[in-house]
């Protein structure tokens, strides 16, 4: 799927979302409520899966939800650095981001495994084709124009994300992020293919649930993703994440006081936010 939803927290953080405390509370609704946009279990299926949904989030709150609060709190210190904070530096900041992903995908591969174990031919049928309607509205936006205007197109979304945390940007940060755009050429397209690759072996993978080696190679799909990445995802990743912490570098390097306050204002809110929450045992 294109969004894990066990990963709604981690994606909100870089979101423009205001209201994480409330979406963190929420995630055992949330969870199914978004699951239902490609499939729809029974009965029997949903009281099954909720304990298991209520577990994975007492873990995350107990075990995960503390890193992410040390990473909050890293980010505040690298703002308050007078000359920024460095590539490098955002750079550890997207490999702890990526860590964090892969301890959830492994925390929830178990549940994940069993669930999709016991899918009926019309639930496969009918997620094949969510998956499909996703992929086409994709292609749709993001691979059908002209790469100028998806250049133009991802340069505003970027813009979108970070005004929240910016407010108003610069005409040289703006400046700044089309050239990070431009510089990322046809991404886009190499973005869906290595998707739509992962999922070609998803498919296939599903084909064989009754089988005996199913467990092993829906745990390695789901933990092991970049074994399945493309030649030219493989090449491009590492580039686009340095790109990314570059951009973000120096956009932090070019904010003025009032920015810098703005970000310093939504961290400490997220961290507060965040930091109230009570675990449950599970």
């Known amino acids: 799927m294109k969004r894990p939803l066990l990963l709604l927290l981690i994606l909100s953080l870089l979101s423009a979302c205001s209201s994480i405390g409330l979406a963190y509370r929420n995630l055992d609704w949330l969870i199914p409520w978004r699951l239902n946009d490609y499939l729809t279990l029974t ?9 298991r949904i209520q577990a994975h989030l007492a873990w ?59 899918l009926n031919p019309k639930q496969v049928a009918e997620l094949r084709a969510a998956i499909d309607e996703d992929d086409q509205e994709d292609r749709q936006d993001f691979l059908e124009p002209e790469l100028a205007v998806q250049i133009t197109e991802r340069a505003e979304r970027m813009e979108e994300r970070l005004r929240p945390w910016f407010g ?21 397209r190499i973005w869906l293919e290595n998707r739509q690759q992962w999922q070609r072996a998803f498919s296939k993978t599903l ?6 080696d199913f467990s092993e190679r829906m745990t390695r799909l789901l933990q092991e993703r970049e074994a399945f990445y493309t030649d030219a995802y493989r090449t491009a990743y590492p580039k686009t994440r340095a790109a990314l912490a570059t951009l973000f570098s120096d956009l ?25 929450q009570a675990c449950s045992t599970g």
Do not use: M
Request: with cysteine; proline share 4%; hydrophobic share 40%.
């Open 60 to 118: 995350h709150c107990s075990t995960e939800l503390p890193h992410t609060l040390g990473l909050l709190e890293h980010a505040r210190t690298l703002l308050a650095q007078p000359e920024g904070a460095s590539p490098e530096q955002f750079g550890e900041q997207l490999a702890e981001f990526d860590a964090a992903v892969k301890r959830i995908a492994v925390q929830i591969t178990p549940t994940a495994i069993e669930l999709l174990q016991g």
């Open 168 to 188: 108003r940007l610069s005409e040289a940060q703006r400046a700044r992020i089309l050239q990070w755009s431009t510089g990322l050429g046809e991404q886009n």
């Open 43 to 51: 009965s029997e299926q949903k009281a099954w899966l909720k304990p």
């Open 252 to 276: 932090l390097g070019s904010a003025d006081a009032k920015q810098r306050e703005r970000l310093d204002h939504r961290l400490r809110d997220l961290h507060r936010d965040l930091a109230a």
């Open 207 to 212: 084909d064989a649930r009754k089988g005996a």
